[in-house]
């Protein structure tokens, strides 16, 4: 596609289910980055991939979170027993390259925990 | 050190005005300053980056301004228009993640 796609666009779970927020990046970039937004708030970083390196996960809150990039493409965030303070909207990002590169959002997805 | 602090928080602005927004860092590994918009129910967009080689770059009515020494740079919208009502995010770059600042809701009014 032309832009970097989310799925789920919406999530509604139970607290202490588990779920998965799917990312396609643009074709050919080489870096992805997921990042959290709070109502009001602004970008949290989560986890940052490129390339082939091991990824930066020095933003994930807690070991409930974790993310997986499959053949330098599709991304998912694994949210595992949420908990209510993890709604929010989950934004993936993709840029060309690591460094001073316009990064491209997806329009995220919208995770509501009940 | 990884911060990147942005004020104001919300911003009212008459049509034809100047909308300005201040951000600050501390990191000095930071070498490239991008300002993101965004618009309710989308992610955000790369309106203008600098990098600190320069002190100003101007792309129509948004212009950066980057002052080195003071860890600041800002952004201001000329001729501001009921279009331009977003939110707008500072951003810095140590060649991994960006890391943002809180965002300024901006409301131009007509």
């Known amino acids: 596609g032309a832009g970097v796609s989310q799925s789920p666009s919406n999530k509604v779970t139970e607290k202490g289910k588990d779920v998965e927020l799917r990312c396609d990046p643009i074709?050919?970039?080489?870096?992805l980055y997921w990042y959290r937004q709070s109502l009001g708030q602004g970008l949290e970083f989560l986890i940052y991939?490129?390339?082939?390196?091991?990824?930066?996960k020095s933003g994930l809150p807690s070991d409930r979170f974790s993310a997986e990039r499959t053949g330098g493409s599709v991304s998912t965030l694994t949210i595992q027993r949420t908990q209510q303070e993890d709604s929010a909207v989950y934004l993936c990002?993709?840029?060309?390259?690591?460094?001073?590169?316009?990064?491209?959002f997806g329009q995220g997805t919208r995770l509501t925990v009940v | 050190q990884q911060q990147v602090k942005q004020s104001p928080q919300s911003l009212i602005v008459q049509k034809g005005g100047i909308s300005i927004i201040n951000c600050a860092y501390e990191?000095?590994?930071?070498?490239?300053f991008p300002w993101y918009q965004q618009f309710p129910g989308k992610g955000p967009a790369l309106l203008i980056a600098?990098?600190?080689?320069?002190s100003e770059k101007k792309e129509g009515r948004f212009t950066i301004s980057f002052n080195k020494s003071a860890k600041q740079f800002s952004l201001h919208i000329m001729d501001s228009q009921p279009g331009d009502s977003a939110t707008y995010f500072c951003?810095?770059?140590?060649?991994?993640?960006?890391?943002f600042g809180k965002g300024t809701t901006l409301s131009v009014s007509s």
């Open positions: 074709s050919g970039h080489t870096a």
């Open positions: 600098i990098r600190p080689d320069v």
């Open positions: 951003a810095a770059e140590a060649g991994t993640a960006l890391i």
């Open positions: 990191n000095t590994a930071f070498d490239y």
């Open positions: 990002a993709s840029s060309l390259s690591a460094k001073n590169t316009e990064a491209f």
């Open positions: 991939f490129q390339g082939n390196s091991a990824p930066d």
